[in-house]
């Protein structure tokens, strides 16, 4: 069945580590979404990619990195420069401004 | 103010009740989309709607474009419906309320 596939689903990370959360889609999307997702805040666009090798930042960019080297798949770096990671991190895909498909998501937690 | 606001925050209910969600918003917008995450994080898209009302199954989410309004009801509702209703506009992007957490008890 076609969908997203985001890996893994719980990740933890030691101060001054960099992690990638991996996020799949076989929907043969263009477009791909990273949101961060804290209690009682909507969610939060990070990065944002609408075609192959290119991407955009979202509202809450810094500290993050994103590549988009090919359709399917969008991972998501979150770099040491972020200071508060720990998180609900959600990937979206749509096929150019409609509906999004999202992922099950991967709790990031500090050490 | 968030561009995009829900209410009620958090819901209770017994199962069998009718209820509802709103949302509210400021911007201008293509499209609106209800959401529905459960407690593994998941989220579901239900609705997607530019005008008027549309239904599937006992969920039924309707949208007044001039006074930038939208209701999501649930009729019957069943414990396994308890989840976090979120809203959301499409504008330039996509813009999201803080969602409902819903609770139905047996």
């Known amino acids: 069945d076609g969908g997203i596939t985001q890996s893994p689903k719980y990740l933890f990370r030691k101060e001054g580590q960099n992690v990638t959360l991996s996020c799949e889609q076989n929907l043969n999307h263009d477009a791909m979404y990273w949101y961060r997702q804290d209690p009682g805040q909507g969610l939060r666009l990070i990065y944002y990619s609408q075609i192959v090798n290119d991407f955009q930042k979202g509202d809450i960019a810094e500290g993050y990195s994103v590549s988009r080297e090919k359709k399917e798949s969008f991972p998501l770096t979150v770099t040491s420069a972020q200071k508060n990671p720990t998180a609900f991190y959600l990937c979206?895909?749509?096929?150019?401004?409609?509906?999004?498909?999202f992922g099950d998501g991967t709790r990031l937690s500090i050490l | 103010k968030n561009e995009v606001e829900q209410s009620p925050q958090n819901l209770t209910a017994q199962e069998g009740e009718f209820i509802t969600i709103n949302c509210s918003y400021s911007?201008?917008?293509?499209?609106l989309h209800w959401l529905q995450q459960h407690p593994g994080g998941g989220i579901v898209s239900l609705f997607m709607l530019s005008s008027g009302k549309k239904k599937h199954g006992r969920l039924i989410a309707t949208i007044n474009i001039q006074e930038k309004h939208s209701s999501l009801h649930i009729t019957a509702s069943h414990p396994r419906d308890s989840a976090v209703y979120i809203c959301a506009v499409s504008g330039s992007r996509l813009t999201f309320g803080e969602g409902t957490q819903l609770t139905v008890n047996p």
């Open positions: 911007v201008g917008i293509s499209a």
């Open positions: 979206a895909s749509s096929m150019s401004r409609g509906t999004q498909h």
